[in-house]
């Protein structure tokens, strides 16, 4: 079936701007997290979705930042009077809980560059 | 807070070489742990994991298992080719603790033949 997708791929935008960032993740997974990977450094995490359960927001950088569920489907990140220091690739991942150790599939990601 | 610490880049060997790349591991619980690829031009790919203390995850010819002694699991392959080149990123999740991924920095393979 089809995999975790994101929109759009690339987005350049300037200093100030709100960009939105869309994520699709695999239909019956109902967790979802995103991701932040700056240029040469790791992953961070950013948000995490579960189900109807209050999201774990504890990565998001600063209030800025704000991304919404509906349900167990799409998923928008939010951010706000961007900065030069927001880009970086945006990834989203799904899975589906209940076992441990169970694996996260990632979309391809969206490349911000805030001019 | 929980955190991986892999080995820097890049790391550069010839075709049919042997591979190690460091990771160890800082976890309050019992972390899942992971490595993750991604090939120039792909996404984050899962290679391999493990569950639990001793296990080993293997894929691809790669082997790393889980020390819980050593907080370690170092990633390994006995001969690299040059498709193999990637960036590599150890990763650990606590399944206690919304199952989120932390990840390494990442270690860059080059392979040439």
């Known amino acids: 079936g089809a995999g975790v997708s994101q929109s759009p791929s690339n987005k350049v935008t300037e200093k100030g701007k709100d960009v939105e960032l869309r994520c699709d993740p695999i239909?019956?997974?109902?967790?979802l997290y995103w991701y932040r990977q700056r240029l040469g450094q790791g992953l961070e995490f950013l948000i995490y979705?579960?189900?109807?359960?209050?999201?774990?927001k504890s990565g998001l950088p600063s209030d800025r930042f704000s991304a919404e569920r509906t349900g167990e489907s799409v998923s928008t990140l939010t951010i706000q009077r961007t900065q030069q220091e927001d880009s970086a690739v945006y990834l989203c991942?799904?899975?589906?809980?209940?076992?441990?150790?169970?694996?996260?599939?990632f979309g391809p990601g969206t490349r911000l560059t805030v001019t | 807070g929980d955190s991986v610490t892999q080995m820097e880049g890049p790391v550069t060997l010839s075709e049919e070489a042997f591979l190690t790349i460091n990771c160890t591991y800082t976890?309050?619980?019992?972390?899942?742990l992971f490595w993750y690829v991604q090939y120039p031009g792909e996404g984050l790919q899962l290679l391999l994991k493990?569950?639990?203390?001793?296990d080993k995850g293997s894929n691809k010819g790669f082997e790393a298992t889980y020390r819980k002694e050593t907080t370690s699991f170092h990633l390994e392959k006995g001969s690299v080719q040059v498709s193999d080149s990637a960036v590599y990123f150890c990763?650990?999740?606590?399944?206690?603790?919304?199952?989120?991924?932390?990840f390494g920095t990442g270690t860059r393979l080059q392979v040439f033949p």
């Open positions: 991942a799904s899975s589906q809980p209940g076992l441990a150790g169970y694996e996260q599939y």
């Open positions: 239909s019956g997974h109902t967790a």
């Open positions: 979705f579960q189900g109807n359960s209050a999201p774990d």
């Open positions: 976890a309050t619980g019992y972390p899942s």
């Open positions: 493990a569950t639990k203390a001793d």
């Open positions: 990763a650990l999740s606590d399944p206690y603790n919304t199952d989120k991924l932390i």
